[in-house]
């Protein structure tokens, strides 16, 4: 096989570090409106629908973090991916069920998504020797359409994850509703952040293309962006 950044074309490489540099000033510009500096945000690229092409150039821009929410798709890009140096971290920002949870510990090093004891559970029997950092999904909104847990049940799943030493529980993660603006989904990213509080977890993983600076003045510790930094994708993606 090629190493990735052979096959790498300028215009593609030029117009992912374009966007990508425009992302990072509004990342840093929002971390100081909330008296941050931008270390304190990770920025995970979004890579769903875009081809192993376009991850190779985010990494050639910088980008260090990706985030897939399919594991389907995920064996197909990520083992085309092996060459990059320095290696990126993988994310699993969609559901995850019980049965693809082999493939997923095998692709994956942190797993966003986990949204009940059961899955947790998997997920640590599959760890072998590894301590597999996981986020806690949560709906903050009660939106039927969408996993998570609910805002009430986050304390007793996050205690009984703790206790599994092949699991790092290291944090919260959401997906807010869709709002034409931004602003209106303020009170959810923060009610995250005092979940997280309470549970005195590190990280906070809300905030996409459409409502990062709201997160990240909220608190976000990671932002997942798909858009702002690949482009659009096909309408019928998930
Ligand atoms: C697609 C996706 C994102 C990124 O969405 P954009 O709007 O493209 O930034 C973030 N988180 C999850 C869970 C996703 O599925």
Not at 61 to 75: D, I, L, P, T, Y
């Amino acid at each position: 096989m090629q190493p990735a950044g052979a096959i790498l074309h300028q215009e593609a490489i030029d117009r992912v570090a374009g966007n990508l540099s425009a992302l990072q000033d509004r990342v840093r510009r929002a971390a100081e409106r909330a008296g941050r500096s931008q270390e304190t945000v990770t920025i995970v690229a979004v890579c769903k629908t875009f081809p192993s092409e376009a991850v190779a150039a985010a990494h050639a821009a910088g980008v260090r973090h990706f985030g897939e929410n399919r594991v389907q798709e995920a064996e197909e890009k990520i083992p085309a991916l092996t060459g990059l140096a320095p290696r990126p971290t993988w994310h699993m920002v969609g559901h995850l069920q019980t049965n693809k949870v082999k493939d997923a510990v095998a692709l994956f090093d942190v797993i966003q998504s986990v949204d009940s004891v059961r899955l947790g559970e998997a997920i640590a029997r599959r760890a072998g020797d590894r301590r597999v950092p996981v986020l806690l999904e949560v709906n903050v909104a009660g939106e039927r359409s969408k996993f998570g847990l609910s805002p009430e049940a986050v304390g007793g799943v996050a205690e009984a994850l703790r206790a599994l030493p092949n699991l790092d529980v290291a944090g919260l993660m959401t997906v807010a509703p869709l709002a034409e603006d931004p602003e209106a989904v303020r009170p959810v990213f923060r009610r995250l952040r005092e979940l997280r509080d309470a549970l005195s977890l590190r990280e906070l993983s809300m905030g996409m293309t459409d409502d990062f600076e709201i997160a990240i003045e909220e608190g976000a510790t990671i932002v997942r962006i798909g858009r702002a930094i690949f482009g659009e994708r096909p309408v019928t993606a998930g």
